[in-house]
């Protein structure tokens, strides 16, 4: 359904590798002054600042995290961006840098890499990001790519994952689950193409969901719409994982418990009449989906005024003592403890 039925296909060999960069980079430009030299000597250069340099890694590996079968090309680079640069927001810096390398089987053609590569340069030019070198090898199955991000934050901005007190409000930006259901709908869609071809898949009721998957958006706003209320998060995280999990790094990190509330996870339309349609949980899938890249901060409890009524955020419940463990407290007001993977009710499924 979603495979590329464009027949011209030149080999990478042809190139060369050298040629291959020249090609592949001849598109993207540099937006940050802090870029001195970007690709094309033996290191590039980045202008030294009195900031504090965020750095972080992603490694991706084809059939562990991702799937060209629904995944075009073009989505997966954008994607393996975003999720670099959510690492970076979710220090509250800015990201300005990357380097991109990626391992090819002779499977892949110049138009492939071509089409990975404009979803990564469409997604350094949206977020104003400079890509700075990398390298380009082959493999012998399959894609591999490993993104670094390269982030910017004043010493006292930057927000750690060990900060969150007794208390605190606990929030996310922008709703939950939807990515994951969108991987269940392309999940279904690839087994229905598998026994019929011909099929002209409906996507219409998911169009939301299948984007929050397919070309997700790393939350660069919310540092700044922070910034401009005057709160500064005691604990930031992004949602790559699920709100599980995520809350169990911060609250043992903080060494701190939380209670959250299941009326209060923030839910599009369509993952509630998705979850119907897959008989799935939706508050397990909001609490385990992954993939999300939103992000989840806790801010001390004088902020509540501050943060309370914003539409990109939601108050979902608060910090407590460790010894009260993390607990979330269903709409009929029973109290279920959190497990990093989902609620406890729901294992197995
Ligand atoms: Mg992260």
């Known amino acids: 359904m979603l495979e590329d039925k464009n027949p ?3 080999s990478l060999a042809e190139l060369g590798e050298f040629g291959l960069i020249n090609h592949i980079t001849q598109y993207f430009k540099v937006e940050n002054a802090s870029t001195i030299k970007a690709v094309g000597d033996d290191a590039a250069v980045l202008e030294a600042s009195e900031k504090q340099t965020l750095v972080t890694t992603d490694l991706l590996i084809e059939g562990v995290h991702f799937d060209l079968s629904y995944m075009p090309l073009k989505h997966l ?14 220090m509250n810096g800015v990201a300005e840098q990357i380097t991109v390398s990626i391992a090819v089987s002779n499977r892949f053609s110049l138009e492939a890499i071509e089409e990975l590569y404009a979803g990564i340069q469409l997604a350094c030019s949206t977020y104003k990001v400079d890509l700075i070198g990398g390298d380009t090898t082959s493999s012998t199955k399959g894609m591999l790519i490993s993104i670094t991000a390269i982030g910017k934050a004043n010493k006292a901005d930057v927000v750690y994952r060990n900060g969150a007190k007794e208390t605190d409000l606990i929030v996310v930006s922008g709703d939950l689950g939807a990515a994951y259901l969108g991987l269940q709908v392309l999940e279904r869609e690839k087994q229905v193409f598998k026994v019929n071809p011909n099929n002209q898949p409906d996507l219409d009721n998911y169009t939301y969901l299948i984007e929050r998957q397919l070309k997700p958006e790393a939350r660069k706003d919310v540092p700044l719409i922070l910034k401009e209320l005057g709160v500064k998060p005691t604990a930031m995280i992004d949602i790559s994982d699920g709100l599980s999990s995520e809350l169990f790094h911060i609250c043992t990190q903080s060494k701190v418990g939380c209670k ?6 923030p839910l599009d339309p369509q993952v509630i009449s998705a979850c119907e349609e897959f008989e799935l949980d939706s508050t397990m899938v909001a609490l385990s989906g992954g993939e999300d890249y939103e992000l989840l901060f806790t ?11 914003n539409p990109n955020f939601s108050i979902v419940g608060h910090i407590t003592a460790q010894n ?26």
Not at 260 to 265: A, F, G, M, Q, S
Not at 299 to 309: M, N, R, S
Not at 326 to 336: C, G, M, S, W, Y
């Open 8 to 10: 011209q296909k030149t």
């Open 77 to 90: 680079g954008y994607k393996a961006v975003m999720a670099n640069l959510s690492d970076v927001y979710a």
């Open 260 to 265: 959250i509330y299941e009326e209060k996870l």
């Open 299 to 309: 801010v001390p409890i004088t902020d509540f005024e501050k943060i309370k009524g």
């Open 324 to 349: 009260q463990g993390l607990n979330l407290v269903t709409r009929a007001n029973q109290e279920i403890e959190l497990k990093a993977q989902g609620w406890n009710a729901l294992k197995g499924k």
